[in-house]
């Protein structure tokens, strides 16, 4: 028989907001430990917990990002566990009445087609504090730390809409894109900003029943999700095919061995209303606020690139892909270059650039204006190709405009027809047998010969101008 | 003498300058006093000292009260076993004395110690330091032989605070005026409502309220109307299955890591640490509540969901009572006053405090009034004595003055 996955997504998505979502203590979980703490956030006997403004005004722009609808009435629960990584016994979640329901996000299929999948509802919760273990000395001990207690999380949960782990990295990349592009998270599964637990099941191809689920979890990468839920797929697969039953449980993804493996399952209890963080209310004047503080998001935003700076699709799509690079090709664009130029500059010149130095845009001395200089000086023929890259280089190592170093270094190009005429001789004389091969339909040899060119002009001769010289003087 | 009532004295106890600079206040050891032992009398916070004080502690610093020291209380705030905080109004060692009421415990104090006992609106005072197990109940109780210093205590504690966000700024606004305005005077028509029926449904005895309610009913000026709460006789089961359950969720914090009490048995994990260190820190009171509330959280959780339906529809029915009549007259008990060891069962609680947990469902304010209390006079008997009026929400400073005047008429200073 053949089978199909039922894939849902439950991702935590930590809030960059100042502080911690009930509390004023510092939101910077990696400081030294329990230095952000406070008695709301260390849970202590008689103290209120106090919703940050600012958490929930990020969280509703980042589910307006994701097409949420948001609830004019949500609230808070106590979920209650009992772990030491949760010392009051109960964890502030929203899970009767959520902040956001419904929404969905765009991606592309394995074919290449455009796939929506739905969001079941996300809502705002408090992190739970640290687990430190120390097996080094004689008696192992487990250390808390505070600082990430009560840090604000969003946890969006999908409807079970995948079928396969391309679907679910694709998503992730898709939401990641969009909840960065509004500032609110960085997202990063890599740095634990944003978590993933996967649940899966498995049924007959074509049918709409959904079976016992396993919830996976511990991938701190898009491509463990996608590894851990290939293998999950076999796993429950190959066990079905042996007649074994899928019990309901939660796995453990081992990046190392590339298995899951079974682990034990915290207790959990119901949830009841939180009695002291009142329920809140939002007014349609407020969510208006909210609305036109969501920035233009990628999808918009490559319509208009296509249509405002003539760029190709594929181009639009990488120029929006991060709100911040998007910003930088606007500002260059705006500073005078060419959006075509700049776009493909960008992408094959300045990013590996960044890489290497190790750089990122909002830091790196290559400014809008200075990128822009650069890349008008190659749309007048003023330096060629070969200098501008030389030209970011230094841009990257030293002050000063591309105009200041390209004469500095002499990287003008020559295009003057007199020292290129000269120029141009030598190289046929010297070449003689290219110059037959060319003469006898090789067209391969103007190649060459303009490359003699350009290395006997160190790099600097105009090449439009010294093929155009060559055939003129070869026709 | 002041050690057998205080388990902790304040060595620096002394007036500032303010409306309460002559007021001596005691307060219980659930609500917070910074650097004082604050163990809500259970062994679970053995040793806690609190960081802060809780915010209406502050307030009445400011305003030049005395703290004079911690009273003792029943185990976080359940129940009366053991509770000293009326003695040290009768024994004249304080003016005013704080008490947290969940379920009534302040107004049954003040009772049974011959003094009154003031509960105010839900959310007119601050909560924030409070240490109690039901958070959509508790109210800083307050006793006093004198409702003046009830008021001014009130007015001093009360008002928004940025820590405590559950209180309503509009309520709050109307509660304060209240007390700056004159207030109704001894002569305006007074409507008294009594809860028809208020005893069969719940097996109690009326006759001592009746002969009350005719005392007052011969006052000038004084109509008794009858009015109808829905639900009233469902109130107590409603308050045990909310109340246990809130419980068992806020307790969870006492799990003996960070303080309290910690069991010294060898254990295998840190599940059978909090197992037995919870066994060795709660009494048997609070054990059997924070069961019951385990019980309707994890087994019947549809009972939780009802139970909050019928509270809301109590606070609709209660309201609409309060607007035809000024105040509702009740007992502030009726049947048997559990008064020993065996007040350390969930029904006994429940039988002490069934007429009065109804303003803490609602959040309404409540005073009670004390019968004639003699040195032979029985727990129950001054229970059964006492009156509790419950006003509408927010209007406090009406509640009390209205019971300065019915206080008067019972004992025939009218
Ligand atoms: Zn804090």
Redesign the pocket.
Known sequence: MKYEAVIGLEIHIQLNSAT?IF???ANTPGDDPNT???P??LWLPGALPVLSREVLEKATIACLSLNCEIQSESAFDQKVYYYPDLPKGFQLSQAHKPLAKKGWVEIQDEQGRPKRLRLHHVHMEEDVAKLVHETEGRVPISLVDFNRA?TPLIEVVTEPDFRSPHDAMEFLKAIRNQVRYTGCAECSMESGTMRCDANISIRPEGSDQLNTKVEVKNMNSIHHVGDAIAYEIKRQIDAVNNNEPIILHTRLWDPEKRVTTAMRAKFEGPCIPDPSVPTIVLDDAWLETMKSRLPEMPAQKVKRFVQDYSLTHDEAVLMSSERGLSEFFESVVTHGAPPRMTAGWIATQLLPALKAHQQTLAETRVTPQRFASLIQLLEKDEINSNSAKSVLEKLFEMDGTPEEIVEKFGFRQVSDAADLAKLVDQVLSDNASAVENYKNGNKKSMGFLVGQAMKASRGKANPKLVQKMIKDLLA | MESEIFTYINASARPGTGPMEDTRVAVESGISVENWPTDAQSRALENYVALEDATLITRLRDAGAALKGRTAMGELGLGLDGDTCGDALTKGLSDVALKIDTTGEARMAAAISGCFGFKPTYGLIPRAGLISLIPSMECCGILSNSLEAISTTTRTMGGVDERDPSMDPDGIDQAMAGFDQSGPSQDDPLIVGVIRDWHTAMGLEDKEFKAAVKKINTAAGIEIKTVDIKDFSLARTVHNIIGTVEASSSAGRFDSVRYGHRTGASVKNWNEMYIHSRGESFGPLVKAYLFQGGYFQYRDYNAFLDACRIRARLMASLEKALESVDLIVLPVAAGAVVESEASNTVSGFYDTFSLTLLANLTGNPSVSIPGAVSPGTTNGDAARKALQLIGPRFDDAGLLARASRISDILTGEV
């Open positions: 911690k509390c004023d203590c952000n703490v406070c709301v956030c009560g």
